[in-house]
């Protein structure tokens, strides 16, 4: 006889899954029983680092990523990781064990009351099976939902009794089901976005993450090049679609209205791909393009397309139209852009030692297709302009701004990508939201390395609080906390500096040491 766990594992395995991100509870036992050989669990410490982990680990693989969550109080400490997920277009399956379904009733201890509603609305679909012989239905709905554009989590609340259930004969079928998008362009939609590229006198492009996330960077390359087109990243940047390296790359788009209005002026046509338009952040009013532009947005999600307050859009495979326009849009007769200015490497031996210092140093010293997952919310800036990433994949950050994201997804990412060194930095306010990630990279020998920057204080607030005259505002300093003796706690070496050579020396045994390791090094506050 085939339970539904036996089928809901095949299920699984059907799909390419067998890594579980987790934290059990009594209502996860029965699903988790007699875990199956083939099967890896990756035990987080909290649900918020399981929900990190299998985020990161989703979006380095491009794969749906499973995760096992503790009834409601689990699912409620996921929940700013479903934020981040929701924005970034993550496939996630979460699940979570529910009480028997004859104790749900009078809400015996454990019972997730009214399970569906509560990761709404950061979820594509959730559901609780009326009856176990429904839950491989629901499995696989979740299965192909969560990978089908826009990609995103869905939940699973599933009492823990139907496991041991027989599965009904038909639901075999489901493992034989396959569902994919098409998404390309029509012969005509593509010749009349070409043509409007080619009349246009002054093109610019804006790059999302989903560019990132479809591997499409050097079909972006080539449509820049093709264009003779300037690149922009679009504001609020969770990903690095397009070589910071390459001649045409522009920067990271302030996230402003007005602000971008004045970067892209002289533009006659805005091309934006695979980002909403546009992720605004701090409120500056002002018009929402300079005068005289149009703008077209390529988008795989439509509610991005729909929602957009200016500009046409076209929903599809942002991979597929993206190479389909490079073939198709001619040279353009013009000028090839200049490259950017790019800001003078820091000084040496300054103290107190400089952010910008120590992001040098690290891009000097890292191998060249190192990955950075970033949670150091005062230096975005400085990195889009420092850092030389070229390759898809080398930088993730959270996509709705939820701290608590960098450490853990760092660890997944490293577990999808054990060929190129994660470095993980994190700013020392950042660091406690879900620092016991650092306990899952020891236990399972990840070797992150990660870099602690500590400047005593909430650095990117103390900006905001700037932007919004808010004076005298407290709870802005997070001083005296010892990274050292926590990471040493959770079985991670560690090591706090506060000097450029020092960073140096300990960076580079990071790096060599092929096992999880922390950096606490001290910066000026404020930024020099
Ligand atoms: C879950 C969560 N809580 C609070 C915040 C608010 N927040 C906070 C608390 C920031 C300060 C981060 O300080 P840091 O030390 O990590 O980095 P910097 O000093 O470089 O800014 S930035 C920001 O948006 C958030 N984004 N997400
Ligand atoms: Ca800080």
């Not at 609305?121 to 012989?133: F, H, M």
């Not at 826009?150 to 493992?175: F, N, T």
């Not at 091309?271 to 992720?279: C, Q, S, T, W």
């Not at 300079?290 to 991979?319: H, Y």
């Amino acid at each position: 006889m085939t339970t539904i766990r036996d089928l809901t594992y095949d299920l699984l395995r059907r799909h390419d899954i067998t890594t579980i991100f987790g934290n059990p509870g009594s209502n996860e036992l029965p699903f988790l029983e007699d875990f199956p050989s083939d099967f890896r669990y990756i035990l987080a410490l909290h649900e918020g680092a399981a929900i990190g982990m299998a985020d990161g680990y989703a979006q380095a693989t491009g794969r749906t990523a499973f995760v096992n969550l503790h009834s409601a109080a689990g699912t409620g400490n996921a929940m700013g990781g479903f934020a981040n997920a929701w924005n970034a277009h993550t496939p996630l399956v979460v699940t979570a064990g529910q009480q028997v379904r004859a104790m749900m009733g009078i809400e015996a201890l454990l019972t997730n009351i009214d399970a569906t509603t509560l990761p709404k609305p950061l979820v594509k679909w959730s559901c609780e099976p009326a009856r176990a012989e429904n839950v491989p239905l629901a499995m696989s709905h979740a299965l192909h939902l969560s990978a089908l554009p826009a990609p995103g989590p869905v939940y699973l609340s599933i009492p823990y009794d139907d496991w041991d259930k027989p599965a009904e004969p038909e639901s075999l079928r489901l493992l034989t089901r396959t569902v994919s998008a098409a998404g390309a362009l029509d012969t005509g939609a593509l010749a009349a976005l070409a043509a409007r590229l080619d009349r246009s006198t002054n093109p610019v492009i804006v790059l999302g993450p989903d560019v990132d996330a479809a591997r499409a960077n050097a079909h972006a390359v080539r449509l820049a090049e093709r264009l003779k087109a300037p690149v922009w990243v679009a504001p609020s940047a969770p990903r690095c679609p397009f070589p910071t390296t390459h001649r045409n790359f522009r920067g990271l788009l302030t996230a402003s209205m007005a602000d971008i209005s004045r970067q892209l002026e002289g533009h006659d046509l805005v091309l934006v791909a695979g980002a909403p338009v546009f992720r605004y952040h701090q409120y500056e009013p002002g018009p929402l393009l300079p005068p005289g532009a149009e703008l077209i947005q390529i988008t795989c999600d439509p509610d991005e397309a729909s929602r957009a307050p200016m500009g046409d859009a076209v929903v599809g495979d942002i991979g597929l139209i993206l190479a389909a326009l490079a073939d198709k849009v001619s040279d353009a007769a013009r000028p090839e852009p200049q490259p950017r200015e790019t800001p003078t490497r820091a000084a040496a031996g300054v103290a107190p030692l400089a952010a910008e210092r120590v992001l040098d140093l690290m891009d000097e010293l890292a191998p060249r297709d190192a990955i950075y997952v970033n949670e150091s919310t005062s230096t975005i800036e400085a990195m889009w302009e420092r850092m030389r990433w070229e390759q898809p994949g080398s930088y993730y950050f959270g996509a709705a701004g939820g701290l608590g994201f960098a450490m853990p997804a760092a660890v997944g990412v490293q577990l999808a990508e054990p060929d190129r060194q994660v470095i993980a930095l994190i700013g020392d306010g950042s660091a406690n939201y879900s620092v016991t990630a650092l306990w899952t990279a020891a236990q399972h020998k990840v070797p992150v390395v990660f870099v602690i920057m500590r400047n005593g204080t909430y650095g990117a607030l103390r900006w905001f609080a700037g932007v919004l005259k808010a004076e005298h505002v407290p709870a802005l300093d997070v001083p005296d906390i010892d990274f050292v003796a926590i990471a040493t706690g959770y079985g991670v070496e560690a090591v706090r500096v506060d000097t450029d050579a020092a960073f140096a020396a300990a960076f580079t045994r990071a790096l060599k040491a092929g096992k999880p390791s922390l950096i606490e090094v001290v910066t000026a506050w404020p930024p020099t």
